[in-house]
């Protein structure tokens, strides 16, 4: 068997699960409807795994599947590239994705939709891995729409209720917004290069530099308007501030979905392709600024409206954003190779704090409010371990993951000289303190402290999720239990055994391109000495000390339940709001949209077009055909027939006319 | 080969005669299928085009021509070539769609219903594949005869203003072309197509002609501003007439555009580009706030059309390959999608009587199947990728960018506002919890429907993943047409 038939099924594999289970899924056996998938999606991680052992001994398959379409002298194709930084997404989202697999037959096993959910995340697995298998821009945004449509699917997955199908609406819409300018970018790549080949364009990039562009009566710089118009892109998918909207909302979806989709592996596509596209972006200084002052804003203040959040999914959710700001500061200072490793740990930790969330919910059944729950370490023990394990590795403990990737960010962002780089570093540093809040003020009101469902105020609502007061929360299965086991290994390990393939060597360097001048990520380099080192010299840096200051705040605020510190209204009510983002689209932007359509609709084409053009000369006709009143006789078809005659007359007339 | 033109022109215009003559005698059932047989063959026979067409000849093949007025060397010239090719199978093929489920909806007078359409459908074929002018016009008018007799016998409560509506904005249009004919007959001594071509003209002389066929063509695609006929006339229209008008007639627009106002007057195309991609800008971003406000779901599916035949026109006078393929393709695109789309609505009008999205909302709890058609046709509607409805979007796009950075932004703003009507629309009719009893008690699609969305779904899924499917026939004879476009005619 050919590599490219191999590496085809990698993709193939889910999206025959998604299909058959889709269309038969119902008629089958239930446990064909989880079977087929996690069977199919196995194999896909196996072969995801084997492409790596591939690239990692250095061949870089790069070949096309079949011609899309030819315009003029333009090829679009179809086809598969995969080097280092490929592999290792297609490994993290198979595997993750695997996980999810499993978990979701236990999740959803009394859901009316068990198949269609199926049919989903296989829908989804294939989706992302022809986003990052892709050797072209095309097939990218094809992959790009893609998780975003099953993202819609799966947000609105439960589509009696009014908030999921107002959430999976406004996440496609607001990443529209970013897809319209991911596909200018992708314009200008094809006005520019003539083609959308990742090889061809990147072998041509160096001929950018310099080019101006002519852009309302000014000139602009063509690769800066390309990697800012890229981004934007990335902007929506990986939920930067002002694209960030969406994605606390997309919390309406059932949990094992806001584990894949929506921390592990969708949100992240943003971060890949400014990662795979560095080339371009390395060319423009004003795009990195952007790029590093847009994550540090996200880090920040996306991490700040995570402590003040009361659903557990929600919590969680800020701190993606906030996590997901730093990957993008990574970006912004040029070490991309670092953004990779962070969004590689991220994506273990962060999917098991979500399914860790999940299981929390199956226990409260159902409640998701932090404020009814409490000491559940004592119900719900593998879930409460693999959570702290999962936190730990967030607030960046060192030794465990998290430490290593967030760690080296703050490093290179140190060393940057870029514009920003100063905000970027406050931002960056004073983050680990939220997050450490945040997290740890999660940790202690959910699994420590009294058990706050027993004197909760009876309610006789019907449709009342939760525990009543004389309920108790319990583990629940091995299908449940095992992907958290499984995922907390690589939370706690995988950053120790990695960050030195990733910062010493070439793994993933050689598939990105840094600028000479950009010195951040070889000064990180230059002052590694191990991971073992690093944990020890961490400990007596700044980082790390806010970290304990964050969990000494949580500890005197919600283990002691001590309130030494009183939130200002003022920053309650700028809290309560999420800085107004939704209240501007909410109330001003949506209300003017309506508003200039009427206005188009009432007065332009129903006013003017129609009743003063249109009915204004039907009326004048009227005036004249006020004497022929007696031939009309109302019914169209001999008005049709009366007009064919006349032209055959008029013919008839012109001809003999013009002959005589 | 010779001769298969005339008979994909001819077989459903015989048949349609024969099913006038012999509906009295025949009970509804038989009526119905003896019409879907027909219907079913005249597809049929529209095959051997696709089959025995050379894609790598870049002329018309299957030519026929014979002498009819012979005193004013008017011809019966027919021919085939790859811009006619795809528009004359979505002809056929989706005039049998609309025979097939006839059944479902029209109790009047189903044969007189059927002949209708099968009339038309011959007719439209012929204005495709007409090669004279005088020839292309008698299909062109008498095509308005069966549309108008749809629109007015099976329309709704207010169909005597919208046709009236439809008549006058088209017979003025027409006219003015059919003096663009005399001219260029007197210029020629020929009404060969053809010979039009290679005729030099002042551009004076040009302009006049261009704006002549403008006002014929840009009332059919329809362009901004005279496009207000186009809701009027889906609203009242049955559903097949929605159909068969948004899928197939608003083509006649743009494939005349291709066929006879941009070779003959090339450089009065070149002149007026900046009016022409102006109009087809509004017609995208005004038009699709218009849609959004939309109460009345055909009326948004309607003006949605227009928005989406604004990427048409934009692809075509953008004067580059990538524009001219999209706006290409984007008319075959949007006849499955629009098709699909007014089925739809059909679907649930026929059911529940109702247009207004206001009555609806959950639908997709009784018909589980019917509502993943319309979310898929919806997000083909609004470009995804991967459905036919992006191919056209994106190629204009990237051949807009060739021309001007501020026509791509404008055209692209699509991608948000297309997202907005459809997604909108799908929120509000088909999720969420169930509105009334009336909702609830909801049959989903029978055997027939599941059968036209099924074959819809198919044709947009695989136009999206391989347009090359349209694009290897095409791309010869468009490389000519732009070819003749690019080259001036004044002398």
Do not use: C
């Not at chain 2, 109790?107 to 099968?118: C, T, V």
């Amino acid at each position: 068997m050919t590599l490219m038939k191999l590496y085809t099924l990698i993709p193939m594999m889910p999206l025959i699960a998604s299909i058959v289970i889709g269309l038969f899924g119902r008629q089958l056996p239930k446990v064909f409807s989880h079977l087929i998938p996690i069977v199919l999606v196995l194999g896909s991680f196996l072969l995801s795994l084997y492409a790596l052992y591939i690239s990692y001994h250095g061949y870089v398959f790069n070949e096309n599947l079949f011609r899309w379409m030819t315009v003029g002298q333009y090829d679009l194709n179809i086809g598969f590239m995969v080097d280092n930084l490929t592999a290792l997404m297609m490994s993290v989202v198979t595997f993750v994705s695997l996980m999810v697999h499993i978990y979701t037959i236990e999740y959803m096993e009394n859901d009316p939709g068990y198949s269609r959910f199926f049919s989903f995340i296989s829908l989804f697995t294939f989706a992302m891995l022809m986003l990052v298998m892709s050797n072209n821009f095309l097939q990218l945004f094809f992959g790009w729409e893609a998780v975003g449509l099953v993202s819609y699917l799966l947000i609105g997955f439960w589509y009696k209720k009014p908030t999921a199908i107002h959430a999976n609406m406004k996440a496609f819409l607001v990443n529209r917004v970013g897809d319209f300018g991911f596909l200018l970018g992708i314009a200008l790549i094809m006005f520019y290069f003539g083609t959308l080949d990742y090889k061809e364009v990147f072998s041509r990039v160096d001929t950018l530099a310099g080019q101006e562009f002519m852009l309302m009566g000014s000139s602009v710089s063509l690769v800066t308007l390309i990697s800012i118009l890229l981004f934007i892109g990335a902007m929506g998918k990986s939920a930067q501030v002002p694209l960030h909207v969406w994605l606390p909302d997309s919390m309406e979806g059932p949990t094992p979905i806001s584990a894949l989709i929506h921390a592990a592996t969708m949100v992240t596509a943003g971060i890949f392709l400014v990662t795979r596209v560095s080339p371009i972006v390395e060319l423009s200084n004003t795009a990195l600024s952007l790029i590093l002052i847009v994550g540090s804003i996200t880090a920040l203040f996306m991490g700040i409206l995570g402590i003040f959040q009361n659903d557990i999914k929600r919590v969680v959710a800020y701190s993606t954003l906030s996590q997901l700001g730093y990957m993008t500061i990574a970006l912004g200072v040029s070490s991309y190779s670092l953004a990779m490793f962070h969004l590689f740990t991220h994506a273990f930790f962060k999917a098991l704090l979500f399914l860790g969330a999940g299981s929390v919910i199956i226990g409260m059944h159902h409640d998701q409010n932090i404020m009814n729950m409490g000491n559940l370490k004592k119900y719900m023990p593998i879930t409460w371990i693999t959570f702290l394990l999962a936190t730990l590795a967030l607030v960046g403990m060192p030794f465990f993951s998290g430490f290593y990737s967030k760690e080296s960010i703050i490093e290179a962002v140190k060393y940057s000289e870029i514009v920003g780089s100063s905000f970027a570093y406050f931002a960056a540093v004073f983050g680990v303190f939220i997050t450490s809040l945040y997290s740890f003020r999660l940790y202690f009101i959910v699994f420590h402290g009294e058990e706050r469902w027993r004197n909760k105020p009876i309610s006789h609502n019907h449709h009342d999720h939760g525990l009543t007061t004389n309920q108790s929360p319990h583990e629940t299965t091995w299908v449940v239990i095992m992907p958290l086991i499984l995922l907390a290994i690589p939370s706690v390990l995988i950053g120790f055994f990695t960050i030195e393939p990733i910062i010493k060597s070439s793994f993933l360097l050689k598939d990105i391109f840094i600028l000479n001048s950009h010195l951040a990520l070889s000064q990180v380099t230059e002052h590694f000495h191990g991971p073992i080192n690093m944990a020890l010299h961490a400990l007596a840096t700044l980082p790390f000390w806010l970290m304990v200051l964050g969990f000494i705040v949580a500890y005197l605020l919600y283990y002691k339940n001590i309130n030494f510190i009183k939130t200002p209204k003022i920053l309650k009510k700028v809290m309560d709001h999420k800085y107004g983002f939704d209240n501007f689209n909410e109330y001003i932007l949506a209300p003017l949209t309506i508003r200039l359509g009427n206005v188009l609709w009432k007065y332009m084409d129903i006013k003017i077009i129609d009743n003063f053009f249109v009915n204004g000369s039907a009326k004048t006709i009227n005036l004249f055909s006020h004497i022929t009143k007696k031939i009309q006789t109302g019914f169209i078809s001999q008005y049709a027939f009366v007009m064919v005659i006349g032209l055959l007359l008029f013919i008839s007339y012109f001809i003999l006319g013009g002959k005589s | 080969m010779t001769g298969i033109l005339s008979i994909a022109i001819w077989t459903p215009i015989i048949f349609g005669i024969i099913l006038l003559l012999v509906q009295d005698k025949l009970s509804t059932t038989l009526t119905y299928r003896l019409g879907n047989l027909f219907g079913f063959i005249s597809f049929l026979v529209t095959l051997p085009l696709y089959i025995y067409f050379d894609k790598g000849f870049s002329g018309f093949q299957f030519q026929e021509i014979y002498p009819w007025i012979n005193h004013f060397s008017i011809n019966y010239h027919l021919g085939l070539d790859g811009i006619s090719l795809p528009l004359v199978l979505l002809t056929s093929f989706i005039s049998w769609l609309v025979i097939f489920i006839s059944s479902n909806s029209i109790q009047r007078a189903i044969g007189f219903y059927i002949s209708a359409f099968l009339i038309l459908s011959g007719l439209m074929i012929g204005v495709f594949l007409a090669l004279d002018a005088i020839l292309y016009y008698v299909f062109w008018e008498a095509m308005l005869i069966p549309m108008f007799l749809l629109i007015g016998i099976w329309g709704g409560p207010n169909r005597v203003y919208a046709t009236i509506k439809f008549f006058l904005y088209t017979v003025l249009g027409s006219l003015l072309m059919l003096v663009a004919f005399l001219y260029l007959y007197n210029q020629t001594a020929s009404f060969a197509i053809l010979d039009f071509y290679t005729k030099p003209l002042s551009l004076n002389i040009q302009v006049l002609i261009f704006l002549a066929f403008f006002m014929a063509f840009a009332v059919k695609i329809p362009m901004w501003p005279v496009h207000t006929w186009l809701p009027d006339a889906h609203v009242e229209a049955p559903t097949g007439g929605s159909v068969i008008l948004a899928a197939i007639m608003l083509k006649l627009g743009g494939y005349s555009f291709i066929r006879f106002a941009m070779p003959i007057s090339p450089d009065a195309l070149i002149f007026l580009k900046p009016f022409l991609i102006g109009l087809s800008l509004i017609a995208i971003v005004y038009i699709a706030f218009v849609a959004i406000v939309q109460t009345d779901m055909k009326k948004l599916i309607a003006y949605s059309s227009i928005s989406h035949m604004g990427f048409v026109t934009l692809g075509l006078f953008i004067l580059n390959p990538l524009g001219f393929e999209g706006g290409y393709v984007q008319m075959i695109s949007h006849g499955f999608i629009s098709a699909a789309l007014f089925f739809a609505i059909g679907v649930l009008y026929e059911r529940m009587h109702s247009r207004n999205i206001s009555d609806y909302k959950g639908v997709i709890n009784s018909m589980p199947i019917f509502g993943s058609f319309f979310v898929l046709f919806a997000m083909a509607n609004s470009g995804l990728p991967g459905t036919s409805g992006f191919v056209g979007e994106f190629l204009v796009i990237l051949g807009a960018m060739q021309d001007h950075f501020w026509i791509a932004f404008f055209a692209s703003l699509t991608l948000i506002f297309g997202a907005t009507y459809s997604l909108w629309l799908v929120k509000r009719i088909i999720f969420g919890e169930v509105k009334n009893k009336k909702i609830a008690a909801l049959k989903d699609l029978n055997g027939k429907e599941f059968f036209v969305m099924s074959v819809l779904a198919l044709m947009t899924l695989a136009i999206g993943i391989y347009p090359a499917l349209i694009t290897d026939i095409t791309n010869q004879s468009s490389q000519v047409m732009l070819g003749l476009i690019q080259q001036s005619k004044i002398l």
